[in-house]
T-cell receptor, first 114, second 114 residues
């Protein structure tokens, strides 16, 4: 069974607008962490934001925020005020329990137009 | 402060050959993980090294092996290469004491098997 599901293969947004990238996850472990990474065409995975399963508040990092809905098992990434440089692949990932391995979704390609 | 360094950046090998990929972790990190990313897919966990030992392994055959050196750098070896091994191989470093942060990825090695 898919542990991380990203249902949007591609998303388009105009510069300066906000965009939400969807991510749902599946785990029975009460302790887990959720991550979002950006992967430009260069290949490097760039860490954006982290949310722990016990965190009470939604994580925010600059223009990135994570809309964490635990009961729905969703962890959507919100990018405010999109910039042209935001065009890239975006991956949602999960770390379960005491393990350090990350399980990734299939990604969403975001294209920001002028 | 150097991030994760991987070498080589690109590699072309013939079926049946063996390949060694190298990774230097971010300064201060002690754990190295390797991921395989096929075209259009999310990264898949291969294995993780800590204190020169393989700590966790994903669903990859024994043809994939690794090593971690006392300076925390790591190698990924793949024997008897198959066409399906063609992928971007990503190295990620982290600190064992802080698993929720600092998953720093390198830019990867793009391996093509012909």
């Amino acid at each position: 069974a898919q542990k991380i599901t990203q249902t949007q293969p591609g998303m388009f947004v105009q510069e300066k607008e906000a965009v939400t990238l969807d991510c749902t996850y599946d785990t029975s472990d009460p302790s887990y962490g959720l991550f979002w990474y950006k992967q430009p065409s260069s290949g490097e995975m760039i860490f954006l934001i982290y949310q722990g399963s016990y965190d009470q508040q939604n994580a925010t990092e600059g223009r990135y925020s994570l809309n964490f809905q635990k009961a729905r098992k969703s962890a959507n990434l919100v990018i405010s005020a999109s910039q042209l440089g935001d065009s890239a692949m975006y991956f949602c990932a999960m770390r379960e329990g005491g393990f350090q391995k990350l399980v990734f979704g299939t990604g969403t390609r975001l294209l920001v137009s002028p | 402060d150097a991030g994760v360094t991987q070498s080589p950046t690109h590699l072309i090998k013939t079926r049946g050959q063996q390949v060694t990929l190298r990774c230097s972790p971010k300064s201060g990190h002690d754990t190295v993980s390797w991921y395989q990313q096929a075209l259009g897919q999310g990264p898949q966990f291969i294995f993780q090294y800590y204190e020169e030992e393989e700590r966790q392994r994903g669903n990859f055959p024994d043809r994939f092996s690794g090593h971690q050196f006392p300076n925390y750098s790591s190698e990924l070896n793949v024997n008897a290469l198959l066409l399906g091994d063609s992928a971007l191989y990503l190295c990620a470093s982290s600190l064992a004491a802080a698993p929720n942060y600092g998953y720093t990825f390198g830019s990867g090695t793009r391996l093509t098997v012909v």
